[in-house]
């Protein structure tokens, strides 16, 4: 019988996970800003990062992706999902406007990074075991 894992090991899974999504979204935060020789200092980051760090724990915690935060679906395809769309209804409020096209990119590269990382840990995973 398949025993769940103790409160230490689960959260060595967890902490990974957690440190891998918030870097995808600080990456596309701080990659967007310099693109787009907008302010680079810390507070203009922090106020175009905030929508996404907000929408991305609530997609956490919908999905409840402690129990398996390495898993692409339905995990990371539900974390992805709701930090997209909960980030981009949010960010009108942090710093106004909201293109169809930057809709487009942060979909896609949100999507490369939090999928991502789960389908190299997907592939690892099964190669190891």
């Known amino acids: 019988m ?9 959260t060595r899974r967890v902490w990974p996970a957690v ?13 967007g800003t310099i ?3 907008t302010s680079g200092d810390l507070a203009h980051v922090a106020l175009v990062g905030l929508p996404f760090l907000v929408a991305l724990a ?9 129990r ?5 679906w339905p995990t990371g ?12 209804a949010l960010r009108p409020l942090f710093v106004g406007g909201l293109a ?9 590269f949100l ?6 990382w789960r389908a190299v840990a997907s592939l690892v995973a099964r190669r190891a075991a």
């Open 111 to 116: 999507a490369a990074t939090l999928l991502g």
């Open 19 to 31: 440190v891998a999504d918030v870097l995808s979204v600080l990456v596309f935060t701080v990659v």
């Open 68 to 72: 398996a935060p390495a898993r692409p």
């Open 58 to 66: 609530l997609g956490w915690l919908v999905v409840r992706a402690w």
């Open 77 to 88: 395809v539900a974390v992805w999902g709701t930090t997209v769309v909960v980030g981009l």
């Open 35 to 37: 693109n787009h020789a």
């Open 100 to 108: 169809p096209s930057f809709a487009v990119v942060t979909a896609a």
């Open 2 to 10: 398949h025993q769940p894992a103790t409160a230490p090991a689960r």
